[in-house]
């Protein structure tokens, strides 16, 4: 019989929350294909075993509905559909990203993250989250979405509910103000697709665009799209922006160097979200009895694929624990992989590069300037409180 060696891995352990990158290393070290009772999953974190299950979704399912599960209608998404389902729903979003002129969003961006520098360096010191990620990010999505922006506090506690409640499986409680916050933003959502006024911007490209044949289902998902595109977008890209400017805090030496050569931006962008990225794994469930790297994987169970793992295997980066703005090869999995792969990616590599950009030529660097705070959570890696400052 196979013995499957047994690791205490708790992602909501303070020390883990702080920095889980040790954990990850002895999961992925001995015994990279494991079960774990409290998430009811197989963890994976080898990065060709990721990337093996999520070429497969033949085998491993997204669509929860293949698997005998329901899914509750405000969920279904283009996240929650398979190929040859999702085709549709991606491609008409992607079709519309591509249409934006990302150039000059990207140097709207840098503008405005600019002009929050300049008002946070008039402070002793701030927080990065609420005086730099969160605005920064809520313009970009709005500007792309070609939406007014919502008002920042308002929002912020709607999307912060339902990026918790991603927990749920690990604390049932947060599953119901996620639900009500989903209801919330459901609401605003469908009042921009009313609103037939607006010329431009994605959601103006997708709405002229719904196919005529679709039915109450097929606009469902795109609405439902459309908010994950909104909120998700949102919260994922200010957990982003914590997470890189932390980690050039952590790292004077980098941030002093991209001061002085602006070519390594775009290669910043993508290392740092290698490095630390907000977006921990994914799950998918297994339709039938399989096996991933020799380890029997029984029909019907929940296999959640690591990426923060992935990310650090030295069998596929070589010093995966360094941050190395000119790596090569750098194809991490910080977007995802496969048909789900971030609809956002261009869009996110441009902020992250505009905020890179407003640091450098900022007068001065950005320091730390107090305790930070992560936020407890085992999906989302991000800051409550990330205090910093731009003075000399
Ligand atoms: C640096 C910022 C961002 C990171 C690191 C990121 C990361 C990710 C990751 C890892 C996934 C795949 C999740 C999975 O496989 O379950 C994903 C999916 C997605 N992202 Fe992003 N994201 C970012 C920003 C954005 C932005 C700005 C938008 C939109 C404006 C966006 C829209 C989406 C959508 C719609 C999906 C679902 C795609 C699908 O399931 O087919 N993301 N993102």
Same mark, same amino acid.
């Given at each position: 019989?196979?013995? /499957? ?29 494991? $079960? ?5 999953? $197989? ?34 998404? !283009?996240?929650? /559909?398979?190929?040859? #389902? ?26 405005? *993250?600019?002009?929050? %520098?300049?008002?946070? *360096? ?10 730099? =990620? ?17 008002? %920042? ?6 999307? #912060? ?30 009042? $921009? ?23 109450? !289902? ?89 990426? *923060? ?5 030295? =069998? ?6 360094? /941050? /190395? ?11 995802? $992989? ?16 505009? *905020?890179?950009?407003? %640091? ?33």
């Amino acid at each position: 019989m196979l013995v /499957l060696p047994v690791l205490t891995y708790d992602p909501l352990d303070p020390a883990t929350v702080n920095n889980p990158y040790p954990a990850l290393a002895a999961l992925r070290e001995q015994a990279p294909v494991s $079960w774990h009772d409290g998430m009811s999953s $197989w963890l994976v974190t080898r990065y060709a075993d990721c990337t093996a299950v999520l070429r497969d979704h033949t085998v491993f399912a997204r669509d929860r509905r293949r698997t005998v599960a329901t899914v509750p209608a405000a969920s279904l998404s !283009v996240q929650s /559909l398979d190929p040859p #389902d999702q085709a549709d729903v991606r491609s008409l979003f992607m079709n519309a990203l591509r249409a934006q002129n990302l150039p000059g969003l990207e140097a709207r961006a840098r503008t405005r *993250a600019a002009g929050l %520098l300049h008002a946070a *360096a008039e402070q002793p010191s701030f927080d990065v989250m609420t005086g730099l =990620a969160a605005p920064l990010s809520l313009s970009v999505v709005c500007d792309l979405l070609g939406v007014d922006e919502p008002p %920042l506090a308002e929002f912020a506690a709607a999307s #912060d509910a339902i990026m918790r409640s991603m927990d749920g499986g690990l604390d049932p409680a947060l599953v119901e103000p996620g639900r009500r916050a989903r209801e919330e933003l459901t609401a605003l959502v469908d009042s $921009w697709f009313a609103d037939t006024g607006r010329p431009s911007g994605l959601l103006a490209h997708v709405r002229t665009r719904i196919p005529a044949g679709a039915g109450e !289902v097929e606009e469902l998902f795109i609405r439902n799209t459309a908010r994950v595109m909104f909120q998700g977008g949102y919260s994922t890209m200010t957990a982003a922006l914590g997470n890189a400017l932390h980690t050039l805090t952590r790292h004077p030496d980098v941030q002093y160097r991209l001061r002085s050569e602006p070519r390594v931006v775009p290669g910043a962008a993508e290392e740092l979200v290698r490095f630390d990225g907000p977006v921990q794994g994914t799950s998918r469930t297994a339709t039938r009895a399989t096996t991933i790297a020799g380890i029997p994987i029984p029909a019907g169970d929940a296999v959640v694929l690591l990426f *923060a793992a992935a990310n650090r295997d030295p =069998a596929r980066f070589p010093a995966p624990d360094q /941050l /190395l703005l000119e790596r090569r090869d750098n194809r991490h999995l910080g977007y995802g $992989w496969g048909s789900h792969s971030c609809i956002g990616t261009r869009a996110a590599q441009a902020c992250l590069r505009a *905020a890179l950009d407003a %640091l450098r030529t900022h007068p001065t660097p950005l320091r730390p300037a107090g305790t930070a705070r992560r936020q407890p959570s085992a999906t989302m890696r991000t800051f409550a409180v990330l205090p910093a400052t731009l003075h000399p």
